[in-house]
């Protein structure tokens, strides 16, 4: 007799204690894989807004336009602070499966914290130009940009389609 033959009985099945520890072991997984795959966005959704959309080619090169806006929702003034000016927008792309295609390239940056104030009920939009090679994406592919602006994470999804 094995070490686990005192729990399984022949026709009694798992005891209630250990069904219920299973059940809530599944449980936790499904809600991890649901928000780490991006299908309940646990952030704020009207903190930041994002839109994206591709230029046509140029020198191998299909510039993405980002215009990002953080609101500030509340009736507090909010402090908005990044490392440097370079970290203000951080960013990377990857496909439909979760496969890295391209982040923002390394570029050298003045080590000075930068910060702004936002008053209760305003925002600040910037616009950015994302340089995506096009030799790693495929008309028709679905993309999923995941992006840090002024600290607050967030991702957009969107499909691939040749500009004209």
């Known amino acids: ?23 809530l072991v ?12 991006g299908y309940i966005d646990i952030e704020d959704p009207d903190k930041v807004t994002l ?17 990002a806006r953080v609101q500030n929702i509340s009736d507090d003034p909010m402090l908005l602070t990044s490392p440097t000016p370079c970290d203000v927008f951080r960013w990377f792309l990857l496909d439909d499966n979760n ?8 570029e050298v940056c003045p080590q000075a914290m930068v910060s702004l104030n936002l008053a ?4 600040q939009e910037a616009e950015f130009i994302l340089p995506i090679d096009a030799r790693r994406i495929e008309p028709g592919g679905n993309l999923r940009l995941r992006y840090k602006y002024w600290g607050i994470e ?3 999804k969107f499909v691939f389609e040749t500009p004209q």
Request: aromatic share 10%.
């Open 154 to 156: 967030g991702q957009t």
């Open 120 to 123: 209760a009920g305003k925002y």
């Open 26 to 37: 599944v449980a936790i997984v499904v809600v991890g894989l649901v928000v780490d795959g």
């Open 51 to 67: 839109t994206a959309q591709f230029g046509p080619l140029e020198d191998g090169v299909y510039p993405l336009k980002v215009s």
């Open 1 to 23: 007799m094995g070490y686990f033959s005192r729990f399984l009985k022949p026709g009694q099945g798992l005891p209630p204690m250990v069904r219920s520890t299973l059940l």
């Open 99 to 106: 496969d890295f295609i391209q982040s923002k390239p390394e």
